[in-house]
């Protein structure tokens, strides 16, 4: 009786975890529904008002064929600051863990252009610590043909009651910007693609750091692991001249004083991020609050002002020591 017991609740439990994953729907990087937004912070503006710089990729709804395999084109929204970037051509090969991109001519001026439109491996699932991919330099911006990419970890991440792989690469050829001497580093995640958003910009980086995602969205369903400015977009309806708060000093390395240009009783709140998206500090207040930065190290933050769930404005925080 009580082996019959044991067997029904083990039963139960497999009957469970069977719902569980045919509820679950996996995430692939060549979802037509798949749509990303990426972010990198803007030179200082107008009255000294920093802002971020917004790109969105998404993945057409039709599928195109050529030399005999069907490709999602993966396209991008024009951001602030009216950049172009390349137009590719992306397939699965789920059995394989594989995923393909094939670079497409563009014929808009911008700043990356392709230098390569053949087919290859552009993400592998299969990868081990210290394996290397290897691929050709694809767009405009660097003198190397190639671009070497090794993996120094491996690891895991749990969505929607499924578990994808991440591989942290260490690209140390091929890709440059900034004052990274060559090498950049990134984390790719199965079905979403890099942290830097779906197709890597070689020559990306600047002074602000590269490209990071932002925002993840699948099915029309935002990823929470991929959700830290997923209102990104409105926020290009914003006049970037207009300015709700003044903070001073800027650059400090104290204390920060930020005030209202206009007295209110509302509520607001303020976030202080680093360049990579971390929330290092938040609160609320009505008009005016002085902040503790004296443990922030020095270099660039941003400040995120929120009222009522709407973005009011960002601005650059300059810490010197």
């Given amino acids: 009786m009580k082996n019959h017991f044991y067997c029904s609740v083990c039963i139960y439990c497999l009957l469970v975890l069977l719902s569980f994953q045919a509820g679950a729907q996996k995430i692939y990087f060549t979802d037509t529904t798949n749509n990303w937004i990426t972010r990198r912070a803007g030179e200082m503006g107008p009255n000294g008002l920093g802002t971020w710089n917004f790109y969105q990729y998404y993945s057409s709804d039709t599928l195109i064929e050529r030399n005999g395999h069907f490709y999602t084109e993966i396209k991008s929204d024009i951001g602030w600051e009216k950049q172009y970037f390349a137009r590719t051509l992306i397939r699965d090969d789920t059995a394989a863990g594989l995923v393909y991109i094939k670079p497409l001519q563009d014929t808009l001026s911008g700043i990356y ?32 043909s190639i671009s070497i990419h090794v993996v120094t970890e491996v690891d895991s991440f749990m969505s929607d009651n499924t578990w994808y792989k991440t591989h942290k690469f260490n690209a140390y050829k091929g890709m440059r910007g900034g004052d990274t001497q060559g090498y950049t580093r990134y984390t790719v995640y199965e079905g979403v693609g890099p942290d830097s958003g779906p197709i890597l910009e070689p020559n990306s980086i600047n002074e602000y750091g590269p490209l990071i995602l932002s925002c993840f969205r699948n099915k029309g369903s935002i990823n929470p692991k991929f959700s830290v400015f997923c209102n990104a977009l409105a926020i290009e309806k914003l006049d970037k001249k207009v300015k709700h708060f003044q903070l001073y000093p800027n650059p400090g390395c104290d204390k920060l004083t930020i005030k209202g240009y206009e007295k209110s009783d509302k509520q607001y709140s303020v976030k202080i991020s680093d360049l990579q998206g971390k929330v290092l500090l938040e609160t609320k207040f009505k008009h005016e609050t002085v902040l503790d930065v004296k443990y922030f190290a020095s270099g660039i933050y941003i400040l995120q002002f929120i009222a009522e769930a709407n973005v009011l404005q960002f601005d650059k925080l300059v810490i010197q020591k």
């Fill in 113 to 144: 252009r392709v230098t390569d439109t053949n087919e290859f491996v552009y993400l592998n699932y299969n990868l081990n610590v210290g394996d290397t991919l290897i691929m050709p330099l694809v767009f405009w911006g660097s003198g190397d």
